[in-house]
Nanobody, 124 residues
Framework: QVQLVESGGGLVQPGGSLRLSCAAS????????IGWFRQAPGKEREGVSC????????YHADSVKGRFTISRDNAKKMVYLQMNSLKPEDTAVYYCAAARLYGSSWCGYEYEYWGQGTQVTVSS
């Protein structure tokens, strides 16, 4: 059974940090690009960060560049999103997703598997 399960969300003060984790099972993570997305209330889902399967190249949205870092540990079948200097506008449900094929979605992939999301709230 294919699963992506996010964890690590919560309530944090502005300027604080969180590390989100995404545990993959039921497929070989090595062969998949990974994306992190978020959706705030009343807004469309947006891509935040992505990481290729081949050369480990990464890309971050301008809104999080310099603050968020995506990483992966294929041996542990884990993907991470380190979020620093958090702002209230980072408040959203965060999702990880896996893609094997190129497509027209975030970072040029077609995301096949999705997690259920984890809530991040940045507030004082």
């Amino acid at each position: 059974q294919v699963q992506l399960v996010e964890s690590g969300g919560g309530l944090v003060q502005p300027g604080g940090s969180l590390r989100l984790s995404c545990a993959a099972s039921g497929f070989t993570l090595d062969y998949y690009a990974i994306g992190w997305f978020r959706q705030a209330p009343g807004k469309e889902r947006e891509g935040v960060s992505c990481m290729s399967d081949s050369d480990g190249s990464t890309y971050h949205a301008d809104s999080v560049k310099g603050r968020f870092t995506i990483s992966r540990d294929n041996a542990k079948k884990m993907v991470y999103l380190q979020m620093n200097s958090l702002k209230p506008e980072d408040t959203a449900v965060y999702y990880c997703a896996a893609a094997r094929l190129y497509g027209s979605s975030w970072c040029g992939y077609e995301y096949e598997y999705w997690g259920q999301g984890t809530q991040v709230t940045v507030s004082s």
